[in-house]
């Protein structure tokens, strides 16, 4: 097996460079002390890197040795070496560190030389051994550990020093007091190797307690919300101070309408470059910024939804006139010129009574037909009340249907065709933008139709300017978040609110909204089972739905009928009067037509009356 550590096998080294050095009694303690801690307290099945600035080469070797043996992936760091990179393989991080140093001197030449690799970690156990003797060893412990909390902010950190024969190991607790959050001012002597029975501790204590207290006793916690009115900021400093935090938010930049990426990214970087501890407030969970910050749970999840103009309620004269496609209507009007033909060819071979045998007249009678009246005079022959009887069925069942829809028309037109897709979209040539940050996403997509839609996009710059437009010109379709959208909504007035829908389920996706760590941050695992207590708890469900009621509560709509009957008035039979009207002047013309014609054109010819109908 090709190794991933530099196995250090002694066993071909000791003839070389150990055969003829022998341990002082006190290594010989120092190593079984170190041996003991590695294999008793340190996070087992994960790799150790012993490092060392290359000063005590007997020691460390002697310890490898005893380390070897206990059979722990080894890897063994000097001033000059590399680190053996293998991310992925194994292990991902290193989870136990033992330096070995003379003095607090040593220790930012070996930190710069750790903590520059991929698998740096500094949640790992991190032993140091301080191999020279000084007067006051608490001293000299805590003088270490503030060098080392400069330079590595390891927290699970135990400093051996040596004191008349024992070795005393020290540690240190943050957030002790609200002047001793993250500073090093007191140590805590934890264990002592004793040399009684070939060397044993004097207490039988876990030497890497979990050091993340519940109460942080009023410390200064800095926050950073990239813009203002997210909804989260109470709940945050509630939660905050519930675990005795001293929040403090950092408002400098806020914009009256911010560039929402923009503010996202000044926000995330503010947690980088250590201004801030954690940024939150509306930030989804992005690959770009969770490669700079550690993303804590999701607590809230929302859309980026489409939303289109509401379709408008069709003109009544448009809705009547697609009762019946074009072809029927031909049909009919085919079918009464055939039956008057037929009909009067009938009437000239039988006995037929003069009304069906001239063709105004027979014309007239199937017209009175189709409108539903009587006609001038029965057929007396059988030939023709066989034609005339299935023309009057069919007119009696068209013209039902058509003033079923007629009447149900004149009440309610119906609506215009909603757009429910992105081709729709498309294909309606209507005007659609979104936020810069979108296309990101359409430019990834693999869809053909989402490159279509790079192709004819405009921006808008928020998300409660794109509701406005779609609102405003009625030919808009825009892309935001279903939460912002629903908040906005919320508060403009019942009829602009009617103007915008959703377009579909489909076309949408899901974003996560988490808050930013800085890289490593020891809070973070404390905030996320606080976090997921929250979300299964489901209190944060029941805030989402206060803050509804809460912004709802004022607008309820006392006068909301809620669809009870619906009032007939005169406007909706405009159209069926229109109609009568020009239905008497087309009428009254031809009368004064004939009258005239009476008169005039026919006055020489003879006294007979004009006959009409027969
Ligand atoms: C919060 O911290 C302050 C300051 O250290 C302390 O006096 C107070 O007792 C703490 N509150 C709680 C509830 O523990």
Known sequence: MKTVFLLVWLGTLEALRWGSLFPTKEQHHLVSCVTEIVCQHFIPNQPVVVSSTGNEDDLLNFLLKNIQLSHWPLQVSYPGSSLAENPGQYYDKIGNYVILIRNKNDIEEQAGHLIHGARWNNHARLLTVVTLHEDNPQEQALS?????????????????VQSEGEFHLYTWFPYQSNTQCLDITDTVLLNKWISQNGGEFSKHETLFPYKIPNNFKGCLIKLVVPYHGTFEVEYFYEFLNGLNFTVKIDEKEWEINPNIEEAITKAIEDVLFGMAEIAFGGIPLLKEASDVADPSLSYYQTQYMWYVPCAKPLPRLEAISHIFSVTVWV???????????????????????????????????????????????????????????????????????????????????????????????????IEFGFRPEMTIYYEQSPYEIHKELLKH??????????????????????????????????????????????????????????????????????????????????????????????????????????????????????????????????????????????????????????????
């Open 457 to 614: 996009h405009t921006y808008c710059r928020q998300t409660h300017l794109c509701i406005n437009k779609v609102i405003e010109t009625g030919s808009f379709a825009t892309i935001v978040e279903s939460w912002a959208a629903d908040k906005h909504l919320q508060s403009v007035n019942d009829s602009d609110r009617e103007l915008v829908c959703r377009m579909n389920e489909i076309d949408s996706f899901p974003i996560r909204i988490v808050s930013y760590f800085s890289k490593s941050s020891f809070l973070l695992d404390t905030f996320n089972k606080r976090l997921a207590s929250i979300t299964e708890s489901g209190l944060n469900i029941r805030a989402d739905k206060e803050r509804k009621i809460r912004s709802t509560f004022n607008k309820l709509d006392i006068n909301d009928t809620g669809g009870g009957y619906f009032v007939f008035t005169i406007t909706h039979l405009l159209i069926a009067f229109y109609t009568l009207l020009i239905g008497y002047i087309l009428s009254s013309n031809v009368l004064i037509c004939e009258i005239l014609y009476v008169k005039f054109a026919r006055k020489p010819n003879n006294l007979g009356t004009p006959v009409f109908g027969e």
């Open 331 to 429: 049909t009919l009007i085919a079918f009464m010129f055939l039956t008057a033909a037929i009909m009067w060819c009938l009437a000239h071979m039988t006995l037929e009574s003069h009304t069906y045998k001239t063709a105004s007249s027979v014309f007239y009678n199937i017209w009175a037909v189709v409108m539903g009246v009587s006609v001038t005079r029965m057929p007396r022959t059988l030939h023709l009340r066989v034609v005339i009887f299935p023309w009057i069925c069919y007119c009696f069942a068209i013209s039902t249907i058509f003033q079923i829809f007629f009447t149900s028309y004149l009440v309610d037109p119906g609506l215009e065709k909603q757009i429910t897709s992105l081709q729709e979209v498309l294909d309606s040539k």
């Open 144 to 160: 270490v550990m503030q060098e080392l909390w400069e330079n590595m902010k390891v927290l699970n950190m135990v400093v051996l």
